[in-house]
């Protein structure tokens, strides 16, 4: 099979930037150099620097070109299966209990996204209640996750769910003070690449994933009341939890 010479291009690149010849910091060669020493012509050049771009090798940089990109440290999420509560209400990660809201929420009806609209149980282009906060560090400011929550309509409309302020606790308390509770809650964990704004809200390099956790809140009787999607940095996190032993994993004699 017949290789594009642009990809042949960036697989010696990215092996070259495995192997540590071009550092973290360190900018690539010009493309005028790359077409020259691969006698290739610059657009193709071009092509091969975009796909290390679009993975999050590299990333071009004001008067210095394309640099290799540092590999950050990343926050370990502990995804323990235990809700916990504070005094702000509950929370489901020890890691990121200290975040607050950075700005007001923000309160709309519209439809959910395609894929947790059949979770949620409405149609789609159903509108629902939609609540949307960036969280994030309190002391810098810095965004470190987007969370929006989705709703029915039936359940929110005419209540304090879709006021900006709904009060201590925020609406989980809320929803159980309605008589929905005690809530149960379930999460799965994804990956997507993220929307234009989403990135720009994230400050998000090209080329790097989302993080998403889409957790539903469900009553006693399992209807479900909430959907939330949250999402964050695939650079800066990564989810880990403690491997216990089931009785048929005993140790070898």
């Known amino acids: 099979m017949n290789v594009p010479a642009y990809r042949q291009v960036a697989t010696d690149l990215r092996t ?3 192997r540590g010849d071009y550092p973290e910091g360190t900018a690539l060669p010009k493309l005028e150099e790359i077409a020259q020493q691969y006698g290739i012509a610059k657009q193709t050049a071009r092509e091969a620097v975009s796909e290390l771009e679009n993975e999050g090798l590299v990333e071009p940089v004001r008067r210095r070109g394309t640099v290799v990109r540092p590999v950050p440290a990343r926050l370990r999420l502990l995804r323990t299966r235990t809700v916990y509560r504070d005094e702000r209400g509950y929370y489901f990660d020890p890691a990121a209990q200290p975040w607050v809201a950075l700005e007001p929420p923000t309160i709309d009806w519209g439809p959910a ?4 609209a059949p ?10 209640l939609i609540r949307d906060r960036v969280m994030g560090d ?14 029915p309509a039936p359940l929110a409309r005419g209540t304090r769910l879709a006021e900006r302020d709904t009060g201590p606790g925020g609406i989980y308390d809320l929803l159980e003070q309605m008589g929905h509770g ?6 799965g964990l994804g990956a997507r690449m993220p929307s234009p704004k989403e990135a720009e809200r994230l400050a998000l390099p090209k080329g790097v994933p989302l993080l998403r956790v889409v957790r539903t809140t469900s009553s006693p009787a399992g209807t479900v009341l909430e959907v939330n999607d949250t999402r964050m940095s695939g ?3 990564e989810f880990g939890y403690t491997i216990t032993r089931d009785p048929s994993a005993a140790p070898a004699p």
């Open 182 to 187: 005690p809530l149960a809650w379930h999460e």
């Open 16 to 18: 070259a930037i495995e």
């Open 113 to 116: 996204p395609r894929d947790l």
């Open 119 to 128: 979770v949620l149980g409405v149609q789609p282009g159903e509108n629902v």
């Open 235 to 237: 650079d800066d996190f």
């Open 138 to 151: 309190p002391d810098t400011r810095a965004p470190k996750q987007l969370a929006t929550s989705y709703l």
